[in-house]
């Protein structure tokens, strides 16, 4: 199978040549990678035309946008950019992050995962982050969601869910709409990939409000809002995340704002995440 690599990327001098190398270090190369230079002001877009004069799969695109950076809708702006420069003759469409260093069996373990069942929509491993000298697991979620740091899409499904939301939630409403069109997420607890810089480490409070905004946008529901932002604050360990989490949601909810998903769908993932939480608890 074909796969197609986005890299958007800003400010990564320090990380984005380890990423590079581990992806043309893979035993199946990707068709293309396309790094996504957004309005970086270091040497990132040298370091990638480096990589590139080896490897002709490799381009760089630049892109301007403002330099704040949101959750969300900046890196999706970056991978839309980068997604529109590319063909269609590709099997697998993959989004990874510019801070990454992937197995090198990684994207071959992937691909085995679409061929072995049709109705496979997407597939990825796990984030493990630095800690003590150790690689632990970045623990964020919970294991059958698959990190916005590394998705791989089948392309019938990345076009059946619309692409990619630029919008913080993006990487939850992909697999929910998944999900309502019956295609199965896949991850794979063997597919350590090693996380150089936590998620986000550099968030603001605007961009905290943006967490509770988008489980809005989800058409969560206050209740299930509170329950998922708890959740979400526990594990960070910084409970009073929780306070920005539900400020978020009803900020957005009293502005009216736009949601991600339609009435239908909003109504499938408030009954899907209910069923989710009864499991755990029974």
Not at 7 to 12: A, D, K, R, V
Not at 47 to 56: Q, R
Not at 71 to 81: D, H, L, W
Not at 90 to 116: G, M, R
């Amino acid at each position: 199978m074909k796969y197609y690599i986005v890299i958007p990327t800003y400010n990564e001098e320090t990380f984005i040549a380890l990423t590079l190398q581990s992806l043309i270090s893979q035993t199946v190369l990707p068709s293309k990678i396309v790094v996504v230079n957004d309005n970086s002001t270091d040497k990132t877009p040298e370091i990638v035309l480096d990589f590139a004069k080896d490897n002709p799969f490799i381009t760089l695109v630049n892109k301007t946008s403002e330099a704040k950076h949101l959750p969300g809708s900046k890196v999706i702006q970056a991978f839309q950019k980068g997604f529109e420069t590319l063909d269609d003759n590709y099997d697998l469409i993959v989004k990874i992050d510019a801070d990454l260093i992937f197995p090198a069996n990684y994207f071959e373990t992937v691909i085995n995962h679409f061929q072995s069942d049709t109705t496979i929509g997407m597939a990825g491993g796990f984030c493990y982050i630095e800690k003590n000298g150790d690689w632990i697991l970045e623990n964020l979620t919970d294991k059958d969601h698959i990190r916005g740091a590394l998705k791989a899409y089948r392309k019938e499904t990345f076009q059946q869910i619309g692409g990619l939301k630029p919008a913080m939630g993006w990487d939850t409403v992909d697999e929910l709409l998944c999900k309502f069109y019956n295609w199965k997420v896949v991850t794979d607890e063997s597919l350590h990939v090693k996380h150089l810089k936590p998620t986000g480490a550099s968030y603001n409070q605007a961009a905290r409000f943006k967490q509770g905004e988008a489980f809005y946008a989800l058409g969560y529901g206050f209740f299930i809002t509170g329950i998922a932002s708890l959740k979400l604050a526990m594990r960070k360990g910084k409970p009073l995340l929780f306070i920005d989490y539900i400020n978020g949601f009803w900020k957005a909810k009293s502005a009216k704002k736009p949601m991600l998903v339609n009435t239908e769908q909003a109504k499938f993932i408030r009954k899907y995440r209910l069923q989710k939480m009864k499991e755990k608890l029974f």
